[in-house]
C-alpha cells in the first residue's frame, strides 16, 4: 500500500496529449464545475514564462484536462475553450483562460425566432447548434410541449430563461449542452450518481450559512386558458413556515412570469418551490484531501459535526486546484435540496463505488487508504501527519 499519492494531471490539445510541453513550468491549474444557473464551466492555467521560451498559446484552442494521483488515475475535467491569454512581465508567467462555453460562436448574439407547438428538445437542440455542440436532454423534460415562445435574446440567455422555468441544471459541458433535472441525483444517461458523505476529519475548514429568504408557505403561478381567462397554479413549499401559535402562516409566493400553458405553469410553480428551497442556506467546505472526481449536483450528506451543520445538500460548485509543490485541493459550495430531501437513507459508506456515472463518464476509484484519498472510511486512529507532495515532473 503506497504511503503517499503524487497529484498529477493531464492536458489534451484537440485530442493529442501536450502534457509533456509543460514539463516543470505548470504553477496551478484552476477548475471550476458549476451546476447551471447562468454560469458555465472555467478552467485557469498558470505557467512560469522565467525564460521567454513557452510557446506562443492559442486563443480559440480546445484543452482537455484531467487532474488525479499518479498511483491511482485520472478524473476528466471537461473540454475548455481558450478564450484569453495573458503574457505577465513580472514575474514572467502565462495565464491561460478556458470556459466550457463556446463564445467564439453565436451563442451569445441576440436573436429573434419563434417558435410553435415545440418539444423542449427542439428548442434546445437549436441553442446548441449556435454554439457548434451536441446535446444530452433529460428525456421527461426534453418531451414537454412549448404551445409558442418567441425568442428576442441570445439562445444562452434562452437557455437559461429555459432552465429556470423548468427547474433544470442547464450547462455546456464537453462540447454538449446538457438540460437534466435539478438536485435530481441522475446523470443525463439515467444513472444513479453516487452520494459525497462528508465527517470532520474529511474537512480542513468551513462553515454553513442560514437565511431567511426562503421562507413562503405556497408558490403561485398564472397562465391563461383558451378563453383568455387567467387562473394560477399554487404549489405548497416543504416545511413551511407557521406563526407563533402553531397555525400556518399563510405567506404566498406570486411569481411575475406568465406561464404559456397550465403543464409550464405546474413546471414553473415546482421550480420556483425548488429555488425558495435552496435559499434558505448554504455550506462551504475545503476538503483536508483533495479528490477531483467530486462534480457539481453530487448530492452530498455532512454528518458527525452539530446542529445547524450536519444535513443534506447539493453540490452547487467545486473547484479543483492543482498547486505545483502543494499538491491537489477540493472546495464545495453547496446548497439544501429543492426538494427537502434527506439523504441518510442512502449512505452505504462508500462513496465512489457507483462511479459517477455522469455525462463525462469518469469512474471515481476508492483510494486504498481512506485518510489520503477520496472521501470515505473511518477516522484514522490516532491522526497521522501530512504528507509531503513530492514535486514530481509531470510527462507521462
Known sequence: MADTFTPVYKI?????????????????????????????DTCAITIDDRDWKVADVEVGANLEVYLGYKEIGYAQQGIFKVITVDYEINPRQ????????????????????????????????????????????????????????????????????LERRFGAVAKFENNKLVFNKRDGGESTSGLRTPLLVLQPWNVSSGFVRHTQRGEFSSVKVGWFDADHIKKFVEQATPNAPSNEDGSPDENTFLSGKIARSEEEAKAMAKSQVSQLARSMGEAHMTLSKGDPWIRDQTQLLIKGFRSKIDGSYVIDTVTHTYVKDQGIGTEILAKPPGDAGDYTSLDDGEFNKLGTGGVVGDVGPQLPDPTQGPIGGTPPEPPEPEPTVPDVPINT
Open 12 to 40: 489534451m490539445k484537440d485530442g493529442a496529449d501536450i502534457t509533456n510541453r509543460f514539463n516543470d513550468r505548470t504553477i496551478s491549474i484552476q477548475v471550476m464545475l458549476k451546476g447551471g444557473g447562468g454560469d458555465s
Open 94 to 161: 502565462i495565464k491561460i483562460t478556458g470556459t466550457s462555453v463556446n463564445f467564439g460562436s453565436t451563442v451569445k448574439a441576440p436573436a429573434n425566432k419563434s417558435y410553435e407547438d415545440k418539444k423542449l428538445s427542439d428548442i434546445l437542440g437549436d441553442i446548441a447548434k449556435s454554439a457548434g455542440a451536441g446535446t444530452a436532454i433529460d428525456s421527461e423534460l426534453g418531451d414537454m410541449k412549448i404551445p409558442f415562445l418567441n425568442q428576442t435574446s441570445s439562445p444562452l440567455h434562452l437557455m437559461h430563461e
